[in-house]
């Protein structure tokens, strides 16, 4: 199975205030690649956010601005290529409104949302917040809400449903964006 697993944190409740990215990539149903970068937004930060990732103004002071970032990963957003996210809703909104924000062409690719495989396929857990389906699957999140730590999570849930559901269980869940 080849995807890339993304997650976006956000200064504020706009959603094209990203200020951290990350991508996972799997390659054969292993992890190949791992990009992380900060995000100087231009619009001020929240202190809600800020409490829930620990991002502050300060830490991306000297971060490039989104344009400067988008040319390193756009090739991960093809027609072809799967890119998953928990809770893709958010994740793809915050790129999609990004991208918008900065008069930049949206991709098209195809998305994968685990937040919903997991409601599906593991209906019996208390909820289905990433750290909550990582415990019940002992999967490790060190840093929850650090886009790296949160990514790679997101991958290893769709590893381990692939694994104990297979592919075809999960088609029914892939998604167009664009």
Same mark, same amino acid.
């Given at each position: 199975? +080849?995807?890339?697993?993304?997650? @976006?944190?956000?200064?504020?409740? /706009?959603?094209?205030? %990203?200020?951290?990215?990350?991508?996972?990539?799997?390659?054969?149903?292993?992890?190949?690649?791992? @990009?992380?970068?900060?995000? /100087?937004?231009?619009?001020?930060?929240?202190?809600?956010?800020?409490?829930?990732?620990?991002?502050?103004?300060?830490?991306?002071?000297? %971060?490039?601005?989104?344009?400067?970032?988008?040319?390193?990963? %756009?090739?991960?957003?093809?027609?072809?290529?799967?890119?998953?996210?928990? +809770?893709?809703? @958010?994740? $793809?909104?915050?790129?999609? $409104?990004?991208?918008?924000?900065?008069?930049?062409?949206?991709?098209?690719?195809?998305?994968?949302?685990?937040?919903?495989?997991?409601?599906?396929?593991?209906?019996?857990?208390? $909820?289905?917040?990433? +750290?909550?389906? !990582?415990?019940?699957?002992?999967?490790?999140?060190?840093?929850?809400? +650090?886009?790296?730590?949160?990514?790679?999570? !997101?991958?290893?849930?769709?590893?381990?449903?692939?694994?104990? @559901?297979?592919?075809? %269980?999960?088609?029914?869940?892939?998604?167009?964006?664009?």
């Amino acid at each position: 199975m +080849n995807f890339i697993a993304l997650d @976006f944190e956000t200064a504020n409740a /706009k959603r094209y205030s %990203a200020c951290s990215l990350a991508l996972t990539v799997i390659r054969n149903s292993q992890v190949v690649d791992e @990009f992380y970068t900060l995000i /100087k937004p231009d619009t001020p930060f929240s202190w809600r956010n800020e409490q829930i990732h620990g991002i502050h103004t300060q830490d991306v002071a000297t %971060a490039p601005d989104f344009p400067t970032v988008w040319p390193h990963i %756009a090739s991960f957003f093809q027609r072809d290529r799967l890119v998953i996210a928990h +809770n893709a809703t @958010f994740d $793809n909104s915050v790129l999609k $409104n990004t991208l918008a924000h900065y008069q930049i062409q949206q991709p098209t690719y195809l998305t994968l949302d685990t937040l919903r495989t997991s409601r599906q396929l593991l209906p019996d857990l208390p $909820n289905h917040k990433l +750290n909550t389906v !990582c415990e019940a699957l002992q999967i490790d999140l060190e840093h929850h809400h +650090n886009a790296l730590d949160d990514s790679l999570a !997101c991958a290893n849930i769709l590893l381990y449903q692939l694994q104990q @559901f297979g592919p075809t %269980a999960l088609k029914q869940y892939v998604k167009l964006i664009g």
